[in-house]
């Protein structure tokens, strides 16, 4: 059974950090791409940041300088380190695991994220 747990959501004021974690199982982790999305309310589903089994990273231009995406593979996780935090910024974010070979992916659950003072 596949499993994507994020966690590390929460309410933070503007300028502040955030850190996500993505627990995943039930996968071999470094066959998938690691990937962050973001929905807010009335808003489509939009990638953050991605990292491939070796480390290559991508970000959208509206996090590039403030998130950092990073893996362990030995631990089957993924972080998302977000940094000067805009209210913008609010959504709930989303865990994915993608296979490009395949061409399937997996969703968490999601963890809100409100930035807010």
């Known amino acids: 059974q596949v499993q994507l747990v994020e966690s590390g959501g929460g309410l933070v004021q503007p300028g502040g950090s955030l850190k996500l974690t993505c627990a995943a199982s039930?996968?071999?982790?470094?066959?998938?791409?690691m990937k962050w999305y973001r929905q807010a309310p009335g808003k489509e589903r939009e990638l953050v940041a991605s990292?491939?089994?070796?480390?290559?990273?991508n970000y959208a231009n509206f996090v590039k300088g403030r998130f950092t995406i990073s893996r362990d593979n030995a631990k089957n996780t993924v972080l998302l380190q977000m940094n000067r935090l805009k209210p913008e910024d609010t959504a709930v974010y989303y865990c994915?695991?993608?296979?490009?070979?395949?061409?399937?992916?997996?969703w968490g659950q999601g963890t809100q994220v409100t930035v807010s003072s």
């Open positions: 039930g996968i071999m982790f470094t066959m998938f791409a």
């Open positions: 990292i491939f089994s070796g480390g290559t990273t």
């Open positions: 994915n695991a993608y296979s490009y070979a395949n061409q399937y992916g997996y």
